[in-house]
């Protein structure tokens, strides 16, 4: 005898009811965070600074709630403050990033020592934890205070755009196209169909900046940017995928409605804008 329980009308019409709101409350959650961020680039580099202060807090806070679950104990003090500082100082000087760093290390060799219990891996979540968040976030405050003005605001916000159009199209394309999988014990969603449609949507961003005549930069370069970027934003996106998968949670954390945690949210960030600044500042736009 079947022990399946049938489907009723209510069930059927429950669950396409069930994912549109979650996809409104994905929708609005976006909305909301793409304002605060997008806001903060538009009014200036303080209001950025203090912004991805607080981003980096969350997903210093985040990280360290993950390693935790591990059996890591990291110094969450001495982490966290760090990790909220880093962008701060880049808003006074880029040298106090490394003097930061200095003092970051100082302090958790200071603890190690004088708590015998404390493990070496303890000391390299609590030093990789801000390292990994806040400084390289600080990233988004040395592009945004590179070029002053409405210039550098928009430059600002096409990369962050660049970043998130990629992840836009990956997610659209893999869906619809995907059959070939990259990395399936890490993220078993990634398709290489989704990868290169990733490229398109970031490649568009950067044609756009290149075409507004603003940036010395050609198009063969603003090409490059796009590629290199989108690629960076992936990396970021399966570095957090692997810290998630080896502690064994499927998202950082639930601050944002539909996409989890803020480390959800920033991983590609993470490693892409401090790409693009370095690509920027070489290649001679910044």
């Known amino acids: 005898m079947s022990s399946q329980v049938p489907v009723t009308p209510d069930s059927q019409e429950g669950a396409p009811a069930g994912r ?16 605060l961020f997008i806001g903060s680039l538009l009014l200036g580099v303080v209001p950025t600074a203090l912004f991805t202060a607080a981003m980096a807090g969350l997903c210093c806070y985040e990280f360290y709630r993950m390693v ?10 001495v982490g966290l403050v760090a990790a909220v500082l880093f962008p701060l100082s880049a808003l006074v000087d880029a040298v106090w990033l490394t003097v930061l760093n200095f003092l ?3 302090l958790v060799g200071l603890w190690y020592v004088q708590n015998p219990r404390t493990r070496m891996a303890d000391v390299a979540v609590t030093v990789f934890g801000p390292l990994y968040t806040g400084y390289m976030l600080s990233a988004i405050v040395l592009l945004r205070e590179a070029i002053p003005g409405m210039e550098g605001a928009l430059l600002s916000i096409g990369v962050c755009a660049s970043l ?5 199209f990956a997610y659209m394309v893999g869906s619809k196209f995907g059959k070939h999988k990259m990395v399936p014990k890490i993220s078993p969603k990634k398709s290489w169909e989704g990868f290169f449609g990733g490229l398109l949507g970031s490649v568009a961003v950067w044609l756009v900046l290149w075409s507004t ?10 090409v490059l940017c796009g590629v290199v970027i989108s690629v960076m934003g992936v990396f970021g996106d399966l570095i957090e995928s692997r810290i998630k998968r080896g502690v064994g949670v499927k998202d950082s954390g639930n601050l944002i409605p539909g996409h989890g945690g803020m480390l959800d949210r920033s991983d590609s960030l993470i490693i892409g804008v401090i790409t693009a600044y370095l690509m920027l500042h070489l290649g001679g736009v910044l």
Request: cysteine-free; aromatic content about 16%; proline content about 2%.
């Open 20 to 35: 549109a709101h979650a996809f409104l409350v994905r929708s609005i959650a976006g909305i909301i965070y793409a304002v």
């Open 68 to 77: 935790r679950i591990d059996g890591k104990v990291p110094n969450e003090f």
């Open 104 to 106: 970051m290390v100082l």
């Open 164 to 168: 998130w159009l990629s992840d836009s």
């Open 213 to 222: 005549g603003l940036y010395e930069m050609n198009i063969w370069f603003a």
